[in-house]
């Protein structure tokens, strides 16, 4: 981060939102709030990237710590997916009243699932969707899909996959997108697997989401 984006950071720890604000440095209109997998915080690396990323495209970002990771700072998430979820509920309204224009959510993996989940639940609370390695199925185990909700997903979706992403092939996640009623895409990661990120690829997958991003939202 150089140092005149740090100077754009600030953090953020109120009304059980707990993260790091990336605003850009022009006036801004929309919004967007990321989280992290279930064995990481809102300092990945990854959600890192993205929101410098992103801020730098005119996006004012979020990334923020779910209930489970405020609770304790390592260790994953144990039965935790309603409080989670009603976590990525208070974020969106939170950046809702920060902005003035639409607010996009999403996440790593966990982040982004729990995020659909209450998509699929809510779906006025965001305008769209960012999901990094949507975790389809645990490794090894393609039978226990986690796609039940996905006929009742109502909001767009952009899906961002690793080709060696142990957690569903892209061949499982484009058949499984067909079960969602609104509009889906799904951009890949050549090579990546879960993580998504790494120091070779990083400058090539953030232009690869951001261009996928604003031509699937934005209209540019």
């Known amino acids: 981060m150089s140092e005149a984006e740090a100077r754009r950071v600030i953090e953020v720890d109120e009304q059980g939102v707990r993260g790091f604000l990336h605003r850009p440095g022009g006036a801004t209109q929309d919004g967007l709030v990321l989280t992290h997998g279930a064995g990481a915080n809102c300092q990945s690396p990854l959600l890192v990237a993205l929101a ?3 801020c730098s495209a005119g996006l004012t970002v979020l990334r923020y710590d ?32 920060t902005i003035r224009g639409r607010v996009f959510a999403g996440g790593h993996s966990y982040g982004g699932r729990q995020t659909t989940m209450i ?3 809510r779906p006025e609370l965001a305008a769209g969707l960012l999901l990094l390695s949507y975790p389809l199925h645990p490794p090894k185990s393609p039978a226990q899909m986690r796609t039940g909700h996905f006929p009742e997903l109502r909001t767009p979706a952009l899906f961002v996959h690793g080709t060696r992403d142990g957690f569903g092939s892209e061949a499982e996640l484009s058949a499984a997108l067909k079960l969602i009623p609104a509009s889906t895409r799904l951009v890949t990661a050549e090579g990546a697997g879960h993580e998504l990120l790494s120091k070779k690829s990083e400058e090539a997958l953030k232009l690869t989401v951001i261009d996928a991003f604003q031509e699937m939202f934005l209209g540019r």
């Open 119 to 121: 998509a699929a639940a």
């Open 52 to 54: 410098e990323a992103f």
């Open 66 to 97: 779910l209930p489970f990771r405020q609770e304790r700072p390592k260790g994953p998430p144990m039965r935790s997916a309603e409080r989670d979820q009603q976590g990525i509920t208070l974020a969106v309204d939170w950046m809702r009243r």
